[in-house]
């Protein structure tokens, strides 16, 4: 069984396309992770009667990509072979593109299928999306998978993993997605681009530009700390004299303990 876990969070305008895909795709299980909401996406969540989404609800904001951990957990108690990760705004057209995700981890044994959100190349971005793309890279190339990936990582676009990874790789460090890829490819799992959805794609909506430059921060953060921690270096987000903390501090860590 095919697990798909989607976190959901003030997501109200968007999540009923979101979760309509994804009751098209070869998951047999769908888990929302309705947290920290404040308009009535938990109440649609909740007005589903199927027997195929399985809501967890949090009054409290969980942060960035816990849920991811959360999800995974109850997927795994729930028995899934495979887990799915789609975040709650992603209302693209995009089936045909996760079918593709569970199908490189179902029949293809890859272990981490990640989406390549640049099929088109990198030319036309922002200053600040190539401060990002420059750790991505970094970050890949050390690791040894930048002829696989590319600047791809699990924080960017839908992905899925196989059951091998979720029991080789701590749930916890699935919050911060590049530390989960960083162990992945430390444990000699394998990892490929399993679909190609350009950024615009994916549906997600425009961010203000102070949101977008804590995302930015928040990404380069965990990409240095995804290094540090697969050469076996103390967990740090620092690079020179700049710490990238973005919305890291916001995330609920403390829930993780012992996963």
């Known amino acids: 069984m095919i697990a798909a876990v989607l976190p959901v969070q003030n997501e109200q305008k968007k999540i009923k396309k979101t979760v309509q895909t994804l009751m098209t795709v070869s998951a047999g299980l769908i888990i929302p992770v309705v947290n920290g909401c404040t308009d009535k996406s938990g109440e649609i969540i909740g007005n589903y009667q199927s027997d195929k989404i399985f809501p967890l609800f949090f009054k409290e904001t969980l942060g960035f990509d816990v849920p991811r951990a959360i999800g995974a957990k109850c997927a795994l108690e729930k028995g899934a072979a495979a887990v799915l990760f789609v975040d709650g705004d992603m209302d693209g ?8 995700l569970i199908n490189k ?6 272990d981490m299928a990640l989406t390549n959100c640049y099929p088109d190349g990198c ?6 999306a190539q401060h990002v793309l420059q750790a991505r890279y970094e970050l890949n190339r050390e690791i040894g998978l930048k002829q696989a990936i590319g600047v791809a990582i699990p924080s960017h676009g839908p992905h899925a993993v196989s059951l091998r990874l979720l ?4 749930l916890r460090e699935l919050a911060i997605p590049p530390v989960s890829l960083s162990l992945a490819a430390k444990s000699g ?10 950024h615009q794609a994916l549906g997600s909506p425009e961010k203000d530009f102070t ?10 953060g965990d990409c240095i700390e ?3 921690v697969y050469r076996g270096e103390e967990r740090r987000r620092e690079k ?4 990238y903390k973005g919305y890291h501090p916001q995330r609920r860590l403390d829930l993780l303990v012992g996963l």
Request: net charge negative; glycine share 4%.
């Open 123 to 128: 030319q036309e971005i922002s200053s600040l």
């Open 226 to 228: 995804a290094l540090r």
């Open 240 to 243: 020179g004299s700049v710490v």
């Open 93 to 100: 057209d995009i089936a045909a593109n996760l079918e593709e």
């Open 211 to 220: 949101h977008s430059e804590l995302i930015a921060e928040t990404i380069i």
């Open 167 to 170: 029991q080789s790789v701590p």
């Open 105 to 110: 981890v179902t029949k293809e044994n890859i």
């Open 189 to 198: 799992l394998e990892i490929r681009v399993g679909t190609n959805i350009a």
